[in-house]
């Protein structure tokens, strides 16, 4: 699709995109913002998911820097959730191109509703030793990362708070560590579907690039807030995802019958 975004359009497409980054690096949900954005720009929806892909990498990858640089990121499982979450988004996203991802609404409805509860009622572990993994919990973590990496490429919003839930609930870490570690699968599955999206032609880069800049601030922001004040911050901000990404699903859900 060639077409070119009105000046009025680009500012308002990196000015939501800034602020989804932010959120996203914290908590995960940033796609709730932009891709509303990109059909409010009248984008069909294929090409408003596919976009989304192309800008969304920017802000993981952004978010992964600085979460590593601060020494939150498990290195010693870095390649494999990496591994996972990308050959998981391709089968996902090759899925996308060949039917409509309004199948999964009611799915994501149900995964929310339950992340919101999960996080609610339970308090976040002091740090990722406060609890014994065993190898049945890192085996169930690493298949969900698969799962979730698929549904990433698929559709999308909600992936970033759905794999810190499974590393707090799973791996007994904190919400800090994470959200860090979060990002190595969410850049992984983000990568994955931008390239398979970008080699078909769904991806409209003049729409997709200025959002990729405002990406890069917003999830730089987002990562250091959350490495600076820490779990309640990101405790918070994933509870307020949740409820929004569960508004957000039943009103579409309504809306379509």
């Given amino acids: 699709?060639?077409?070119?975004?009105?000046?009025?359009?680009?500012?308002?497409?990196?000015?939501?995109?800034?602020?989804?980054?932010?959120?996203?690096?914290?908590?995960?949900?940033?796609?709730?913002?932009?891709?509303?954005?990109?059909?409010?720009?009248?984008?069909?929806?294929r090409l408003a998911l596919g976009t989304n892909k192309g800008q969304s990498a920017f802000g993981s990858g952004a978010a992964l820097v600085r979460y590593w640089r601060s020494?939150?990121?498990?290195?010693?499982?870095?390649?494999?959730?990496?591994?996972?979450?990308?050959?998981?988004?391709?089968?996902?996203?090759?899925?996308?191109?060949?039917l409509s991802p309004a199948i999964l609404r009611p799915l994501v409805l149900g995964l929310l509703v339950a992340a919101a509860v999960f996080i609610a009622v339970r308090?976040?572990?002091?740090?990722?030793?406060?609890?014994?993994?065993?190898?049945?919990?890192?085996?169930?973590?690493?298949?969900?990362?698969?799962?979730?990496?698929?549904?990433?490429?698929?559709?999308?919003?909600?992936?970033?708070?759905?794999?810190?839930?499974?590393?707090?609930?799973?791996?007994g870490e904190t919400m800090q560590r994470a959200s860090a570690n979060a990002k190595v699968a969410n850049f992984g599955s983000n990568l994955a579907a931008l390239l398979l999206f970008w080699s078909r032609g769904v991806i409209v880069w003049p729409y997709a690039l200025p959002m990729a800049l405002a990406q890069l601030g917003g999830g730089s922001l987002g990562a250091h807030l959350a490495v600076k004040v820490g779990d309640r911050l990101v405790r918070t901000v994933v509870l307020v995802v949740c409820t929004a990404l569960v508004v957000k699903i039943a009103v579409d859900l309504v809306g379509a019958r």
């Fill in 1 to 45: 699709m060639s077409v070119t975004p009105s000046l009025l359009d680009a500012c308002l497409l990196a000015g939501t995109t800034f602020v989804a980054g932010t959120i996203d690096a914290i908590a995960g949900g940033g796609g709730l913002v932009t891709v509303p954005a990109l059909l409010a720009v009248h984008l069909p929806p």
């Fill in 71 to 98: 020494g939150l990121v498990d290195r010693k499982r870095v390649l494999q959730v990496f591994a996972l979450a990308f050959g998981g988004s391709l089968g996902g996203a090759t899925l996308l191109l060949s």
């Fill in 123 to 171: 308090k976040p572990p002091k740090s990722s030793a406060s609890r014994p993994v065993t190898r049945a919990r890192r085996l169930s973590a690493l298949a969900l990362t698969l799962v979730i990496g698929g549904y990433d490429g698929f559709f999308g919003p909600g992936t970033g708070t759905f794999l810190i839930v499974v590393f707090v609930g799973l791996l």
